[in-house]
Each structure stands twice: as structure tokens, then as C-alpha cells.
């Protein structure tokens, strides 16, 4: 399996002391860690994309440019670019601008996004959201392939003269994948593409999401793609990772800010189930435990899912040398066993996107 570092750049107050750490801080901290988890081997590094909320990854590109030359290894990523409510031609410039940068480092994730106010901010109708997601799709498939692209569509001005979107691609086009949270459709919009799926497994029970992935595996299939690069990702449910030597001391230094945060949001339609941290851990998505008890849930995980792709964020609301422990822990003490456990050919020789990165991604064998 390969193991990815996703920061949706959350920028909250600590729920139990109220703390917060200024903005260019808080984006100084996100370049960091990606040096770190570079250090500490991880395959990949995501930053995420929101418009509306405490959050400040209004500008994922502009992250990622300054994590591309601050890294030389690291697979890049976003998690997920908005597709919905962007320009396609502006969404081509921007990310070949990084695949340049990072020498063909990039994959990007797309989604119609997870926060519904994103849509009126830009002047969209949300009843458009999946349309608009799958016609921005096609075009930003042309605009990575092709030359001289000519275009018209229902959501933006035709392309009448024959356009090139510069830069190009550093080694041709960023391979895309699908985020799915919801719905059946950015499933089946992976699915008819070829494309790989990466399943939110944020707040919802296992099963949930079980079923869309389902439906993405029986729509790459119809459509006659070859299941050896059906690629997927997970995440790691929502508050972040916690690691102690015992589950049950994690759950005591952890439990308290986790329910707090769970408390804190209310999004009709979006809450977790889950709501304080033994349920959590019991049958939720969260890596909070021992590191035998991360393993093993993330195992367990594998065994339904079938991922090749893990994604895991850290609890940011806790002081950021507090957080790269449990990144180093979680390198030293987790990765290593799932990686046994559970091969994939994901950037090895088997992948066709493998050798887009100009500097060799694995240090760690042929099927690690």
C-alpha cells in the first residue's frame, strides 16, 4: 500500500482551549509537514480545496508550487480540486504550472466539493453541481491532451478559436481521480473514464461507502478499462490520526478534542454517526489507537475495500510539534506493516503513470 499525507488546511480554534495559530503560520506548517513526510517516506502529499468555512485552502496550486520545490520525491496531490465551480482552462494552467515545477509529480483528485455555499459564492446553481462536474471534466481531459482544442458547452463560454493551454504537462497529462463522499455519480464518472476512485471513508459507517465504490468497480468494468489500474484511495475518517503506546491512552489525551470538534459541527446531512471517540474507534473510520490497532483497522479496511491508497491527516488543531510525533510514530510504527500486508503496483512498474516523475518515487521494492 502507499500512504498519503492530506491536509484540508483547516484553521480552527483548539475546541478545549480556544488557541489558534495566525494564518501564514498556519501555511508555513503545511509546507513543513511535506518536507517531513517526504523524510519519513510517505509516497504522497495532498492539499485540499475550500471556498467556504474555517479553512484556508482557497489557493491549493499556489501550496503546492511551494511544496514542489521544497520536495524532490513526493507525489503530489489535491484533495479534492473543486472542479465544479472552477474554469477548466484556468484548472489546466494552474496544475501543469505544478507538474512543471514538480517534474511530473502531479495527480490531482476531483469533486464537486463538500460544502454546499461554495456554489452561490461563485455564481452557480447547486442543482448544477454534478453536470457542471462532468462537463468540466471533459474538458479539462482535452485541454491536458490536445492541442488546439476547440469547445463549446452549457456552463461557460465556447473555446472558438483553436486553443493550447500553457504550460503543457511536463511529461504528459496528470493522471485524475474522483473523489466520492455521496453519490452514486462521481463514481460512475470515474468509472466511465478509466479513472481511479478515492472514497472520502470520512464520517459514514463502512458500509456507505462500500456501495459507491461498488458501483465504480461495475461502471470501470462495463466500460471495458483494464482492471489492473483500477486504483484506489481511502481515507481515514475525520478529526485526524491520534498515536499512544495503548488504545486506551489515546483515546484519554484525544477523546476530549475529538468529540468536541465532532460536537462543534453541524452541517445537516454531513455529521458523523460517530460521535464520541470509543464508538469512533470501535466502529468509525478514526485512526485513534495503538499502533497495532491502527494497523489492523486500516487492514480491516483493506480487506472490504481492496484500497491502494491510504490517506491520513493529522489533528491539526494540536500544537504542531505534538502532530509531527504522530506523524513519525505513524511512519515508524504503522506504515512499515501495512505495506507487507498489503502490495500494490500503484507508481510501480505495473502503473502507466509510474514514470511521469522524472526522480525514482519508491525506495521501497516492486510491489511495496
Do not use: C
Request: charged content about 25%.
Amino acid at each position: 500500500m502507499k500512504f498519503q499525507l492530506l491536509d484540508i488546511i483547516p484553521h480552527h480554534r483548539h475546541p478545549i482551549t480556544g488557541e489558534r495559530v495566525r494564518p501564514a503560520d498556519r501555511l508555513a506548517q503545511v509546507i513543513e509537514t511535506a518536507r517531513r513526510a517526504e523524510a519519513l517516506g510517505f509516497d504522497s502529499f495532498a492539499v485540499g480545496e475550500r471556498h467556504a468555512g474555517e479553512f484556508l485552502s482557497s489557493s491549493p496550486a499556489t501550496l503546492l508550487a511551494a511544496i514542489a520545490v521544497s520536495t524532490s520525491r513526493l507525489r503530489l496531490h489535491t484533495g479534492v480540486t473543486v472542479l465544479s465551480v472552477l474554469d477548466p482552462v484556468r484548472v489546466a494552467e494552474d496544475y501543469a504550472t505544478v507538474d512543471q515545477l514538480s517534474r511530473g509529480r502531479l495527480e490531482i483528485t476531483v469533486g464537486k466539493g463538500n460544502e454546499v455555499l461554495q456554489y452561490p459564492l461563485f455564481g452557480l446553481d447547486l442543482a448544477d453541481q454534478w453536470e457542471l462536474l462532468a462537463e468540466k471534466h471533459e474538458l479539462l481531459r482535452r485541454l491536458w491532451r490536445e492541442e488546439g482544442v476547440t469547445w463549446r458547452g452549457r456552463f461557460r463560454p465556447p473555446l472558438e478559436q483553436p486553443t493550447t493551454a500553457l504550460p503543457r504537462p511536463f511529461s504528459g497529462p496528470p493522471r485524475i481521480w474522483h473523489g466520492s463522499a455521496t453519490s452514486l455519480a462521481s463514481a460512475a464518472l470515474a468509472g466511465k473514464w478509466g479513472e481511479p476512485l478515492y472514497t472520502a471513508n470520512a464520517i459514514q459507517p463502512r458500509e456507505n461507502y462500500k456501495v459507491l465504490i461498488d458501483h465504480w468497480r461495475e461502471q470501470y468494468a462495463d466500460h471495458g478499462h483494464d482492471p489492473r489500474h483500477a486504483y484506489l484511495g481511502s481515507g481515514s475518517g475525520a478529526g485526524g490520526i491520534f498515536i499512544a503506546d495503548t488504545t486506551q491512552e489515546a483515546k484519554r489525551r484525544f477523546g476530549r478534542v475529538y468529540e468536541a470538534l465532532t460536537a462543534a459541527r453541524d452541517v445537516p446531512g454531513n455529521n458523523t454517526p460517530f460521535r464520541d471517540i470509543d464508538h469512533a474507534v470501535a466502529e468509525g473510520p478514526s485512526l485513534v489507537g495503538s499502533p497495532q490497532q491502527i494497523v489492523d483497522k486500516i487492514l480491516s479496511y483493506h480487506e472490504l475495500y481492496g484500497h491502494d491508497l491510504q490517506s491520513v491527516s493529522l489533528p491539526t488543531v494540536l500544537p504542531f510539534e505534538e502532530q509531527l510525533d504522530v506523524l513519525e510514530r505513524f511512519a515508524l510504527e504503522v506504515i512499515p506493516a501495512v505495506r507487507a500486508a498489503a502490495p500494490t503496483t500503484l507508481w510501480e512498474d505495473g502503473d502507466p503513470y509510474a514514470g511521469r516523475a522524472e526522480s525514482s518515487l519508491s525506495t521501497q521494492g516492486a510491489a511495496s
